[in-house]
């Protein structure tokens, strides 16, 4: 085989002539005929261009192996990671294979087992397990493209979701100056990792805030490859309309944020209102979780007498609804009620006037609410409901904000029990109250995580 000089110039780059190469089992001599058009009147480029003949004139003079060598240099570098890549999914594949023969032959294979005794064996892995610890092993392995952040707002529930996923949580630095200024460090390479923020913009919600717009500008400057907010409450919620002249929109304030930011999607729970997705961009898609999918096994795992969910204003009655449904479908209970209060505000934060419109005598109520702020309208409420004869009241909400006297008045309120998911961190007050219930919101969210990185639906965790 003769190589002239203009094909010397293309060796690089020409992959056909390299395979070409590769599938040669036999000895070939190769000359290079050097020319003024090579050297371009460059002695460096010229010595180069002969170091390179040599080289490849001994390699290919050697044949077999040596050829093949010479022939991954003039490869795309990318080749070798897209090799690698498909020989871990063919291992993968076997592994996932042997399983289940070992499985289907698993009598086969131990003559010391009796067969009589190999249904009562709990030790031994049944076919669907099988398959089942395989494809957990296929996810884990390509689950080194995934990151998980957290914030100072929520560090409980991030850990949490982190031991779910069976990942260590990211290692970074988020804390403040001595003057107060937000301090963002990330400790872990993150160049070209789907990475995940935790981080709920509770109170304090400016510095929560703060901190996350500064944790996604850090992953952003790092090359992340994609960038998800984790934000179980979402503040400033409630200012979700103009009530009045010359007041800001606030929720939709806080979205243009994240997205000027460069987020690349939001998953959030139980937003106030489900508008505030449309206050991102289409290119941000936004998964509002609902957190009543939670409060449902606790509940339908109760006695209770002729239920009736009940929804604290007409905003809620929606969300009431799919409370109600949820249990009808998942424990059977075809005799739930749905009752609905209308409340008159005096001011933000007061009630003036509450109204029943349901019958709720001799029921078990349910007030299902997206949050308890200073939980003056649900206490009031379950005064309400008690004064129509309702003969428990319970309650349900997916933010346990208890603002000022908010634990306070549950604790002396005729709620018999009050149920909330830890969206925002616990404290010893909420703890010492008894009739306070704190549910976790962590396997739904970090199934949500692992769907989303797989790339599988989302809707199918709430049917």
């Known amino acids: 085989m003769t190589v002239t000089t203009s094909l010397y110039r ?21 000359s290079v005929e050097t020319s003024s058009s090579w050297n371009n009147g460059g002695s460096s480029s010229w010595k180069d261009g002969m170091g390179f003949s040599a080289a490849f004139a001994a390699a290919v003079g050697i044949g077999g192996s ?52 190999a249904q009562n064996d709990s030790t031994e892995l049944t076919e669907k397990e099988a398959r089942l610890e395989a494809a957990a092993l296929k996810a884990k392995k390509h689950a080194g493209g995934l990151k998980i952040f957290s914030g100072n707002g929520n560090m409980t529930l991030a850990l949490e979701i982190a031991q779910i996923l069976g990942i260590n949580l990211g290692k970074a630095t988020v804390g403040q100056f ?16 789907d990475c995940y923020v935790i981080q709920p913009t509770c109170p304090p919600v400016n510095d929560n805030i703060m901190e996350l717009l500064l944790m996604v500008s850090t992953l952003n400057r790092a ?51 489900g508008q505030i997705q449309g206050f991102f961009g289409p290119r941000v898609p936004v998964d509002n979780l609902d957190g009543g999918f939670v409060g449902i096994d606790h509940f339908g795992d109760k006695d209770l007498h002729n239920p009736v969910i009940v929804s604290p ?35 933000a934060g007061t009630v003036d006037q509450m109204d029943l419109v349901g019958d709720v005598k001799d029921c078990d109520c349910i007030i299902v609410d997206d ?28 933010h346990g904000l208890l603002s000022g006297p908010g634990n306070h008045r549950i604790a002396n309120s005729e709620l018999e029990e009050c149920v909330i998911l830890n969206t925002i961190p616990s404290s010893p007050q909420r703890t010492a109250n008894d009739k306070l ?17 797989a790339k599988k ?3 199918a965790l709430f049917k």
């Open 10 to 30: 293309r060796l690089v780059t020409n992959k056909q002539f390299a395979v070409a190469l590769r599938s040669s089992s036999t000895k070939a001599a190769v």
């Open 66 to 117: 040596a050829t093949l060598a010479m022939c991954e240099k003039l490869q795309d570098p990318m080749t070798k990671y897209q090799v690698q890549s498909v020989e871990r999914q063919h291992t993968a594949e076997l592994e996932q294979q042997q399983n289940s023969a070992k499985v289907a032959g698993i009598e086969a294979t131990s003559p010391l087992r009796d067969p009589s005794k």
């Open 178 to 193: 001595a003057d107060g200024e937000t301090n963002v460090m990330i400790h872990e390479n993150v160049r070209g990792k």
């Open 223 to 273: 090359s992340a490859r994609r960038i998800t907010v984790v934000i179980p409450y979402y503040g400033y919620a409630r200012q979700d309309r103009k009530m009045q002249a010359r007041v800001p929109i606030s929720a939709a304030d806080v979205a243009r944020l994240l997205e000027a930011m460069g987020i690349d999607r939001v998953i959030a729970v139980d937003l106030h209102c």
């Open 313 to 347: 204003d007409a905003g809620g009655v929606y969300r009431a609804k799919k409370f109600k449904e949820g249990l009808m479908h998942k424990y059977e209970k075809h005799d739930i009620g749905l009752a609905m209060i209308i409340k008159q505000r005096a001011r």
């Open 371 to 398: 949050m308890i702020d200073t939980a003056g309208t649900l206490c009031k409420a379950a005064d309400v409901l008690k004064s129509k004869g309702a003969r428990r009241v319970f309650a349900f909400a997916s």
């Open 437 to 453: 219930v704190e549910l976790s919101v962590a396997p739904l969210l970090a199934q949500t995580i692992f769907n989303i990185h």
């Open 457 to 459: 639906s989302i809707s």
